[in-house]
């Protein structure tokens, strides 16, 4: 079992920034992430993913406003954030961490970000409420 714990919601004005973190330990070096998000009433959709071999991908309606990034592994520990700018209240919900072994482009496709079923270990999520 890998705990995947996420940080860094909060409450912000449309148009300012927050910087999501998810961490878990290293379980393996060649592992693919993404960060989801659910709004009260919606299903739970992808937002941006980043696979083993460093490359990144993103929802069409967060690209250029959004950056998953990996930090480098600390105490057996990997970090991946996602900074969020010009954040806008369709942004609002509950964001989840997701994680799996690498690599999950090479298994399911471009679009791995998207797909709940691509992720073994999931975060309990982190609250993002953005006010217009």
């Known amino acids: 079992q890998v705990e995947v714990m996420e940080s860094g919601g909060g409450s912000v004005q449309a148009g300012g920034s927050l910087r999501l973190s998810c961490v878990f330990p290293e379980y393996t070096p060649n592992y693919c992430v993404a960060w989801f998000r659910q709004a009260p009433g919606k299903e739970r959709e992808g937002v941006a993913g980043s696979d083993s071999d460093g490359s990144t991908t993103y929802a069409d309606s967060v690209k250029g406003r959004f950056t998953i990034s990996r930090d480098n592994a600390n105490n057996d520990k990997n970090t991946v954030s996602l900074q969020m700018n010009n954040l806008e209240p369709d942004d609002s919900g509950t964001y989840y961490c997701?994680?799996?072994?690498?690599?999950?482009?090479?298994?399911?496709?471009?679009?791995?970000?998207?797909?709940?079923?691509?992720?073994?270990?999931w975060g309990q999520g982190t609250q993002v409420t953005v006010s217009s």
């Open positions: 997701a994680t799996d072994h690498g690599p999950c482009g090479g298994r399911y496709g471009s679009n791995y970000y998207t797909l709940e079923y691509a992720f073994g270990w």
